[in-house]
Structures are given as C-alpha cells and as structure tokens.
C-alpha cells in the first residue's frame, strides 16, 4: 500500500537502528518493562490510558501485588477491584479490564490471546492497547498509536492533518506499519513511545537530544513548534454541587453507591445535590424528601474542585447531624470510619475524606 506521507527515499532501515539503539540505551527503569508478560503488558497499558507514567506506578506494583495473575482478577469481587484503582480515575477502565480477563479465562484458558481478532474483541482493548500488547508482549509488528506517536510522526513525516480527527489516526497505523522493525517490533513501538514522552515532547521538544532529528521533516523546515495539528477541545461545562456530610448519634456518616452504568459506576460517595435548582436554605428540604431525615444542624466545610476531561465538579462540602439514624436510609447506609476504609471512592470525594475523619472523630 503505498503512503502518501512516507517520502519514496525515506531510508526506513537507518531510521529503525537509530529508533531502537536509542531506546535500548535510554529507556526508563519502568516495572513493566521488567519482563514481556502479556497480563502485567495489559494492566500497564490500560492503566497508562490518560494517566501520567509517575502516577500508574505505585498502581501498577499495589494492583499486580494484589491481583498478580488472570485468574486472580476475574474472581476478585469489583469493589474489591475499584478499590485497588481508587485515585487512578477513569474507572470504566478497570471494570473492562476485569470483564476482558473473565473473557481470558472463559474461552483461552488464562492466556491473553496473542491472535489481533480475538484480543481486539476483547472489551476495553481498543486498536492502540491491542498494538501494544502484540508488539510488545509477542513480538509481533503491529502499530500501537498513541497521542505520543501521532505527534512523533506528525514532525517526522510533516502530517498536517488534524490528529484529533479518527482519519488521522489512521495515517499514522498506516505510517507505522510501513517503518515498523520486524527484527523487534517491541522495542520499535516503546521507542516512539518513549521519544514521544522525553524528547519530542509536546512543547519545546529537544530537537538536539533526538536520535532521528535527521529524518525529521518538520525539523528541517522548522515547523516542530507548529505540528502536530490539533483542534482545540471544547470548553467543559461546570456543575455546582452540595456534598453532604451527615453524621448520626452512633458517630456514623451517610454514604451511597452510585448507579451501575454512567459516570463513576458502582463507586461510593457522600450525597450529593445539584446547586442548579437548590441553595442553602432548600438543601433541608430536598434532603428529607430523598432520605427522609431532618438535618438539624448544617455547616459549611470546604469547596472542592473535580476535573474530568469532559466537565468539572464544583462540590461545596457540607456538613450536618441526624437526630435518629437507620442503618439504611432510601438508596444510602451509615458506615463507621473503619467501613469507610474499605469503599472505594472517586478522587473528588476522597479529598473530602479528612473532613469527614475530623467530623467522626
């Protein structure tokens, strides 16, 4: 298949020596580049998705400690599971990690299926985990693009095409399977990767420290501050909420699970009520009529900010006591301080955990 963007003299064996010759020798001391198993291959990389590299590994060694094998994770309980990814976010990703391993374990016996069909149908495993995964665990030459490769590429080969638009992406497979090493695939892939994230990064990329500055378009024409291409994201919609934090006489604080499906599934928070349609003065009222309590006294604690890629939480945290406290109210229960320990939360209401340790305490 011929590439518009591959120049014709484009010397591809130079480009993969200087490519993987870099990476063997700069490469970053990561824990799940220690071996090339395909489970632990997996986790890092859905784990990686959107979060930064200093920020999975603590993750990575907790939840491989914990859930060290296949088998391990399709029978541990969610809560069990959601808890070992508290703080990470995007929590949708360990949900369909875990449902993908269930698949692993049904219909391969344990092993991650090393054919692209049978891995790429798996949920959660989308084009560019499944190029990672094949590459880099079985050596096979598959494209594995990323926002890091799109941008690599986009200076190398002068793509002016918008990398947020999904034709793109396909330019890119397409560039990568052209130049990929057959020789090693892994190492090839983890080198742009890895050149994305050090050295042509997405701001001031150090021209002078790249291993392939010689074959790069936009160097030479100067445009490595220009591309890639990108349209900007849509601003993202605020919502102003109230965080409660009701305490009973058993010293006991009101929590809830949220739905199965949409944002934050099955994670556990304290209630909460939009401030688009209530204020301080109705919060009572709106309150008895979901929970059925009075609130006797309320405080105003802190204001938490959220950030999600596609909104933000504005949470004005207060907090408030019940003179008499069922063990379970409507959709929520009281839990202990200890029992809070063992719920998983999502970030935006574990920053309001201190306040509630200080209210039970």
């Not at 420290?209 to 024409?221: D, G, I, W």
């Not at 199965?260 to 009520?273: D, S, V, W």
Request: charged share 25%; with cysteine.
């Amino acid at each position: 298949m011929t590439i518009s963007f591959l120049p014709k003299q484009f010397p591809i064996h130079a480009f993969q020596e200087a490519l993987v010759s870099w990476f063997k020798l700069e490469q970053r001391d990561l824990p799940w580049r220690k071996d090339q198993d395909p489970y632990k291959v997996w986790v890092s990389e859905i784990m990686l998705q959107q979060t930064k590299v200093d920020t999975v590994i603590p993750y990575f060694y907790r939840f491989l400690d914990k859930f060290p094998t296949p088998e391990s994770l399709a029978n541990a309980d969610e809560q069990e599971v959601l808890k070992a990814w508290e703080g990470l976010g995007y929590y949708s990703r360990a949900r369909n990690l875990q449902s993908a391993v269930k698949e692993v374990m049904e219909n391969y016996g344990g092993k991650v299926p090393n054919n692209p069909k049978e891995l790429g149908n798996l949920k959660g495993v989308g084009p560019y985990t499944k190029g990672a995964i094949l590459s880099i665990a079985f050596g096979q030459p598959e494209p594995a693009v990323d926002g890091n490769v799109m941008r690599v590429f986009s200076r190398i080969f002068k793509v002016e095409e918008d990398i947020a638009k999904p034709k793109t992406r396909k330019i890119h497979e397409d560039l990568v399977r052209s130049v990929i090493s057959k020789e090693d695939p892994s190492a090839f892939n983890q080198g742009l990767m890895e050149l994305g994230a050090l050295i042509c990064k997405p701001r001031n990329p150090d021209c002078l420290l790249c291993p392939v500055q010689e074959y790069c378009m936009a160097y030479e024409q100067g445009l490595e501050d220009i591309l890639p291409i990108k349209t900007k994201a849509k601003s993202q919609r605020v919502e102003p909420y109230a965080a409660l934090l009701i305490k009973n006489e058993r010293n006991e604080v009101l929590v809830q699970k949220r739905p199965e499906k949409g944002l934050l599934a099955n994670l556990y928070e304290f209630p909460m009520a939009s401030l688009k349609d209530l204020d301080l003065t109705t919060i009572p009222n709106w309150f008895y009529g979901e929970y059925g309590l009075h609130i006797d006294i309320i405080q105003k604690e802190t204001v938490v900010k959220h950030v999600f890629s596609h909104l933000t939480w504005e949470l004005d945290a207060y907090s408030a006591t019940v003179q008499s406290g069922k063990l379970d109210v409507g959709p929520a229960t009281f839990c202990s301080l200890k029992d809070l320990e063992l719920l998983p939360f999502p970030v935006s209401h574990q920053k309001l955990l201190p306040f509630v340790k200080t209210l039970l305490t």
